[in-house]
């Protein structure tokens, strides 16, 4: 009977994962550009766009998700009008541009300086060297300590439906309440799902990071 | 590696602008907010919105040529998303209060409803021990029912009670069957329901309320649809669609002559009420 309804409301869990997995690209899309840049600001930028790029840092790194999703949905919405699924992206973006900010500031940093000089010292300007010398490097290094990310961004999702986003949690919360029952086995089934597409996304970052690994260069050790 | 990283950045910026596309919603369409966990008045199933209030939203809209979409929200969020002007109007089984009255306007009312306290099926408890000496009771937060036990039982010094709330009553009926809880008090028709559904759960009394239940809209109305839902409400009603509406989803209810009691506190139900009496 359980079985029954389980297989008969696949299509409605799978739709609800769909949404989550949309919202996932697309707050871990915001949270890559503006972490990427923010990063930049922080380790090469003048010191107000340090200090600018510290602050917004810190204010989305210490405020709960759940809280962020409510004050975009009932606050900004007071000045644009945007949707649940919009609301979503940029609170749980913002945030994920905070702790991304983070991973690609340090990968920078542990760049060893050396390589900044000699570039400097070929000639080529700082720019060129940051985009070319350290950023090639800083981008491997910093596959690992993303797939973290990943996976707790993917978890983040869940919280959406409290501004009315309907994922996959939302989903598996109408069939209980049509069933009036049942709550065990329906989240067994959708924890299964997030851990399934937690795990092939983060088996395609490392896959990812071995196939950008360039072979006869490692930094262990020499750091 | 620019190249593959272009390309992985490229992929998702489509992603993003093709899921915007996705929530392109239509803009002429009246939202209305429900809480799509609450059988029978306004669930989902199998991917469609279903229940009460979800059918004879969608017959008022028909009988008065108005366009209608569903917007589903957690119940808390719900009268806050009313009043910020998230959603339109709010459509589920809603008790008319006085606080409500303040922060938004009601329809008439289409039901009224008492309280029902639930115990475990197998348990001993009868409706006295159930509220008292010790016993832990449950409620949906910000439903009327907690707000009742709150007030009357907690609030006295008399009565040993300790109260939790949910956030759906589904969860409060499982915190009993794992003996977390001692009784749960909803509503008549959520009760019956749970019952009708094969919950091993069971009335042990009944707290008489005759509390009246609504549509909503914001305070002042400012996009005039007060009038339409209560000269809807009057002709489904008057037509017979409602009755059958009604007994669709709870086959065991009276139906009550519409309105039901119109409490004096609600500012919307001052002579002449839109759509009813003018």
């Keep these: 009977m359980i079985v029954e309804i389980i297989i008969s409301q696949m299509p409605y869990l799978l739709h609800g994962l769909w949404v989550a997995l949309q919202l996932l690209a697309c707050l871990l899309a915001l949270g890559l550009v503006l972490g990427l840049s923010l990063a930049l600001l922080e380790v090469y930028g003048h010191w107000t766009l340090r200090w600018l790029g510290i602050l917004f840092e810190r204010i989305f790194r210490g405020i ?8 975009f949905y009932y606050g900004v919405t007071d000045f644009v009008e945007i949707g649940s699924f919009m609301a979503a992206v940029l609170a749980l973006g913002l945030r994920s541009a905070a702790y991304q900010s983070q991973i690609f500031r340090g990968c920078i940093l542990s760049v060893p300086p050396g390589q900044m000089q000699a570039a400097r010292a070929m000639g080529m300007s700082k720019m060129k060297a940051v985009r070319d010398i350290v950023l090639p490097q800083a981008l491997r290094l910093s596959i690992g300590p993303w797939t973290n990310e990943f996976s ?11 501004i009315g986003v309907v994922e996959l949690t939302r989903q598996a919360k109408y069939i209980i309440s049509s069933t009036q029952g049942n709550i065990l086995i329906v989240f067994a089934v959708v924890a299964a799902l997030y851990f399934i597409f937690n795990r092939l996304g983060n088996w395609g970052l490392y896959k990812l990071e071995k196939k950008l690994a360039v072979p006869g260069f490692e930094q262990r050790g020499d750091a | 590696m620019r190249k593959k990283l272009q390309g992985l950045v490229g992929g998702t910026a489509f992603a993003v602008v093709g899921a915007l596309g996705l929530n392109a919603a239509n803009a002429e369409a009246l939202v209305a907010g429900v809480e799509a966990s609450f059988p029978p008045w306004a669930y989902v199933e199998d ?5 009460i209030a979800i059918d004879a939203m969608r017959a008022i809209a028909e009988d008065q040529d108005m366009e209608v979409e569903f917007k589903d929200l ?55 021990t159930a509220l008292c000496c010790g016993a832990t009771v449950g409620a949906q937060g910000g439903a009327t029912q907690y707000q009742w036990l709150e007030d009357n039982l907690e609030a006295n010094e008399d009565v040993d009670v300790t109260l939790r709330s949910y956030e759906d009553y589904v969860t409060a009926i499982e915190d009993m069957g794992t003996g977390r809880l001692d009784a749960v008090v909803t509503s008549t028709d959520t009760a019956e329901d749970f019952i009708a559904k094969d919950r091993p759960v069971k009335i042990v009394g009944t707290i008489q309320q005759n509390q009246p239940q609504a549509l909503a809209v914001q305070k002042g109305d400012p996009n005039e649809i007060l009038g339409k839902l209560n000269a809807g409400i009057m002709n489904i009603y008057e037509s017979g669609q409602w009755t059958e509406i009604v007994k669709e989803y709870s086959p065991q209810s009276t139906i009550r002559s519409i309105p039901t009691t119109m409490p004096d506190y609600v500012d919307a139900y001052e002579e002449p009420i839109p759509g009813y009496s003018d």
């Design chain 1, 64 to 71: 709960p998700a759940i809280v962020l999703l409510l004050l």
């Design chain 1, 152 to 162: 707790s961004e993917m978890k983040a999702t869940s919280l959406a439906y409290v």
């Design chain 2, 47 to 51: 991917g469609e919105y279903k229940g």
């Design chain 2, 74 to 128: 957690p119940w808390p969020s719900l009268i806050p998303a009313l009043a910020k002007g998230r959603i339109d109007l709010l459509v589920t089984g809603l008790n008319i209060t006085e606080e409500r009255n303040e922060v938004l306007d009601f329809s008439i009312p289409w039901w009224e409803n008492d309280d029902e306290v639930l115990v475990a099926e197998d348990s001993d408890l009868n409706v006295v």
